[in-house]
């Protein structure tokens, strides 16, 4: 979706501020915020693209206004009503609804450094082959879904040159939205700064998306 | 519900009209606890000395209560998270690796060529299928990593993201002006340098090998891993070299 998310070559959102000796977290809530996402994410109900794409929707002016944090806690929340892990009512009240049942953890204490470094548990996929080759011209298509999409604004239209092909992926824009694993390339694509920001930008300057086959054309 | 539908706006369907009210009451809880915090330069401090919790607080901690009386998530497994977070997985282990990098010419190849295997012989695995990239700065090639869409991170080397890498200046601009985003952070590059921009678009991560800084030649690993910043390895900062050593 071409929403507020998608800020690559954006103005006007000020200067940055890099804050020496920074912790980790700034408040104990966004630690517990963070962790129960984690944590509720072994319940499966959701993928991390999903995840993405629950914070890509909440309106821009609330995105901007809000701290990193807050959007996992809005985004933890609409992702656990729309799993059928909790209802709103519950959230509001912060109490179980009457009679319902109590659920045993998937993720125990002791299963949490496993957790962390484990893999997703699926191999994987292999097939099918590439559509493209390296060293090839190809031009990122001019796509606008309302949905997730791991292709940028900024490089839609664009020209530039496979540099890799890192293998077989599943389609994060798909996956998101529970439309199926998609399997597909993603290229490792090198955009000259000036094909994408014109004059103004050095000539020897270059960006690099990695981008599934669906998100790329051949250019002539 | 909407999230997973994405042909259908907010308007459309009842649920999205019940979404939008709840949206509305969280922003208004969050907007008073963010007003001391957002962004958060400076003012931590009277954050983690408030007297009366925020509202966000007591929302974030009922959120928790319900989820353990559901028995939906167990209380200790979130404590040992957050302790890897904040002590385990950090910057300290991507600094490892450049150190053997630098030391360990061989190892420098398998971790550009073979970046899976170097990790594990470092006892470090890559996670959630997320694949690590390394990156080698150069005299003629800086590498600079962003997520523009969202935070993607090389968080198993590095930890969290700063606030910084996560905010709306950094990930509006590094595409767009790098050597404008360098420069605040008191990086300058000379003029014919390459940079290189790596936006983390799906499933890979990036972490940049910086270059190694002179005056160091003798240096074991640990001594060299002690220089390696986090910013050096997002590529914000180079490494600087050991003060009283000739540069």
């Given at each position: 979706m071409n929403g507020i998310h998608d800020m690559g070559g954006m103005h006007g959102m000020g200067p940055i501020h890099h804050e020496k000796n920074?912790?980790?977290?700034?408040?104990?809530w966004e630690a517990r915020v963070y962790v129960m996402h984690r944590a509720m994410?072994?319940?499966?109900?959701?993928?991390g693209h999903a995840s993405r794409h629950a914070k890509e929707v909440i309106p821009p002016a609330e995105y901007l206004r809000m701290s990193y944090y807050e959007r996992w806690f809005t985004a933890l929340i609409e992702l656990m009503i729309s799993g059928g892990l909790v209802t709103r009512a519950e959230v509001e009240s912060g109490r179980p609804a009457p009679g319902s049942a109590t659920a045993t953890p998937p993720l125990t204490a002791a299963e949490v450094p496993a957790y962390l470094?484990?893999?997703?548990?699926r191999p994987r996929p292999t097939?099918?082959?590439?559509?493209f080759r390296v060293g090839q011209s190809v031009r990122a298509r001019n796509l606008h879904p309302t949905g997730h999409t791991r292709l940028p604004r900024y490089a839609r239209g664009r020209q530039g040159t496979i540099q890799r092909d890192y293998g077989v992926f599943e389609f994060a824009d798909t996956l998101a939205h529970g439309l199926g694993a998609n399997p597909q390339h993603i290229y490792s694509v090198r955009f000259t700064a000036r094909e994408l920001w014109?004059?103004?930008?050095?000539?020897q300057d270059t960006v690099y998306l990695d981008l599934y086959d669906d998100h790329l054309e051949a250019a002539s | 519900m909407g999230n997973n539908q994405p042909s259908k706006g907010l308007e459309e369907s009842p649920m999205a009209t019940t979404r939008r009210g709840f949206l509305k009451t969280a922003v208004t809880a969050a907007g008073a606890a963010a007003a001391?915090?957002?962004?958060?330069?400076?003012?931590e401090q009277d954050h983690e000395h408030q007297v009366v919790p925020s509202e966000l607080t007591l929302r974030v901690k009922s959120l928790e209560s319900l989820l353990v009386e559901k028995g939906l998530v167990d209380r200790a497994a979130l404590d040992v998270l957050v302790d890897a977070y904040e002590n385990?997985?950090?910057p300290r282990n991507g600094a490892k690796i450049v150190a053997k990098a630098w030391a360990d010419p061989a190892y420098k190849q398998r971790l550009l060529t073979e970046t899976g295997s170097a990790l594990a012989e470092l006892g470090m695995g890559s996670q959630q299928g997320e694949t690590l990239q390394v990156v080698e700065n150069s005299s003629q090639v800086h590498n600079l990593v962003v997520c523009t869409l969202c935070s993607c991170y090389p968080w198993q080397v590095l930890g969290l993201p700063p606030v910084w890498y996560k905010s709306a200046p950094y990930r509006s601009r590094a595409v767009i002006d790098p050597r404008g985003v360098l420069r605040e952070f008191g990086t300058e590059l000379p003029e014919d340098v390459e940079v290189r921009v790596w936006d983390?678009?799906?499933e890979l991560r990036y972490l940049v090998l910086p270059e190694r800084p002179p005056g160091?030649?003798?240096?074991s690993e640990e001594e060299l891993a002690a220089l390696v910043s986090r910013d050096s390895m997002v590529g914000v900062a180079k490494v600087m070299p050991p003060q009283g050593a000739s540069a």
């Amino acid at each position: 979706m071409n929403g507020i998310h998608d800020m690559g070559g954006m103005h006007g959102m000020g200067p940055i501020h890099h804050e020496k000796n920074e912790p980790v977290f700034h408040a104990p809530w966004e630690a517990r915020v963070y962790v129960m996402h984690r944590a509720m994410g072994s319940w499966r109900k959701w993928n991390g693209h999903a995840s993405r794409h629950a914070k890509e929707v909440i309106p821009p002016a609330e995105y901007l206004r809000m701290s990193y944090y807050e959007r996992w806690f809005t985004a933890l929340i609409e992702l656990m009503i729309s799993g059928g892990l909790v209802t709103r009512a519950e959230v509001e009240s912060g109490r179980p609804a009457p009679g319902s049942a109590t659920a045993t953890p998937p993720l125990t204490a002791a299963e949490v450094p496993a957790y962390l470094t484990g893999s997703s548990g699926r191999p994987r996929p292999t097939v099918p082959a590439p559509r493209f080759r390296v060293g090839q011209s190809v031009r990122a298509r001019n796509l606008h879904p309302t949905g997730h999409t791991r292709l940028p604004r900024y490089a839609r239209g664009r020209q530039g040159t496979i540099q890799r092909d890192y293998g077989v992926f599943e389609f994060a824009d798909t996956l998101a939205h529970g439309l199926g694993a998609n399997p597909q390339h993603i290229y490792s694509v090198r955009f000259t700064a000036r094909e994408l920001w014109g004059e103004q930008a050095r000539p020897q300057d270059t960006v690099y998306l990695d981008l599934y086959d669906d998100h790329l054309e051949a250019a002539s | 519900m909407g999230n997973n539908q994405p042909s259908k706006g907010l308007e459309e369907s009842p649920m999205a009209t019940t979404r939008r009210g709840f949206l509305k009451t969280a922003v208004t809880a969050a907007g008073a606890a963010a007003a001391g915090n957002t962004m958060a330069h400076g003012q931590e401090q009277d954050h983690e000395h408030q007297v009366v919790p925020s509202e966000l607080t007591l929302r974030v901690k009922s959120l928790e209560s319900l989820l353990v009386e559901k028995g939906l998530v167990d209380r200790a497994a979130l404590d040992v998270l957050v302790d890897a977070y904040e002590n385990k997985i950090g910057p300290r282990n991507g600094a490892k690796i450049v150190a053997k990098a630098w030391a360990d010419p061989a190892y420098k190849q398998r971790l550009l060529t073979e970046t899976g295997s170097a990790l594990a012989e470092l006892g470090m695995g890559s996670q959630q299928g997320e694949t690590l990239q390394v990156v080698e700065n150069s005299s003629q090639v800086h590498n600079l990593v962003v997520c523009t869409l969202c935070s993607c991170y090389p968080w198993q080397v590095l930890g969290l993201p700063p606030v910084w890498y996560k905010s709306a200046p950094y990930r509006s601009r590094a595409v767009i002006d790098p050597r404008g985003v360098l420069r605040e952070f008191g990086t300058e590059l000379p003029e014919d340098v390459e940079v290189r921009v790596w936006d983390s678009t799906a499933e890979l991560r990036y972490l940049v090998l910086p270059e190694r800084p002179p005056g160091t030649e003798n240096w074991s690993e640990e001594e060299l891993a002690a220089l390696v910043s986090r910013d050096s390895m997002v590529g914000v900062a180079k490494v600087m070299p050991p003060q009283g050593a000739s540069a």
